[in-house]
């Protein structure tokens, strides 16, 4: 599932590019893609208190979408982008020698995608990226660098004693170092996380512990242990 990002190539800001980047929103607004809405939301003032579904059905126009653009930007309005942007030449992109695989998102199978979303938030520090779906299915959080996918099924896809017995993680996230997983711990703790394994040392140079979701997925939290 897209997450709809918007990209920016290397070369930006580009007028040009930009210009691109505003129909480019226009036409997500227009084919009503959710995560659009969580962008505009952001950006323009106006819709700040409105749900994703208003959105969606507000008037949209181009200029909504150059201001949201100017915004991203650090500027005022689109005006204020195009003064404020020198002539820069596009440049041309060389070809790749090979791919650059820049992130991954694990996807967990939850059976109630508004549960998983407050447990995520209340208890993990997790932000709501996107939902998906009337009634939502599908869904992203995140927190600093880490994305993980919501994916609603009707029941359980691993039988839940064989994964507690084979320790089968559903994901695994770090931090840098052996303090920061330590307050990470304590932080979970004092917000009443369900822990798998608590904080420890492992032998193979390791310190991590292991929270468990309201759907039982196994989710490991490590950093170095020096």
Known sequence: MPTYDLIVEAY?????NLKKQAKLTLRWHRERHYPIAAQIREHLPRFLNMPDSEILAASFKLSDAQE???RQQGFDSWQALKT???????KVKSSPSKATIVSAEPQLFVTDIKRSCEF????LGFSLVFSYGRPPYYAQVGRDA????????QRPVIESTVRDQEELLSVS???ATADEIKVLFLEFQS???AF???LKKQPWGARSFVVKDPDGNLMLFAAPAN
Do not use: D, I, Y
């Open 191 to 193: 917000a009443g996380v």
């Open 120 to 123: 995520f938030h209340e208890k």
């Open 84 to 90: 404020g942007l020198s002539p820069m030449p596009l």
């Open 196 to 198: 798998h394994q608590t």
């Open 173 to 175: 996230m770090t931090v």
């Open 12 to 16: 930006m800001p580009n007028l040009e």
């Open 68 to 70: 949201m653009v100017a």
């Open 146 to 153: 880490a994305r993980l996918n919501l994916r609603c099924v």
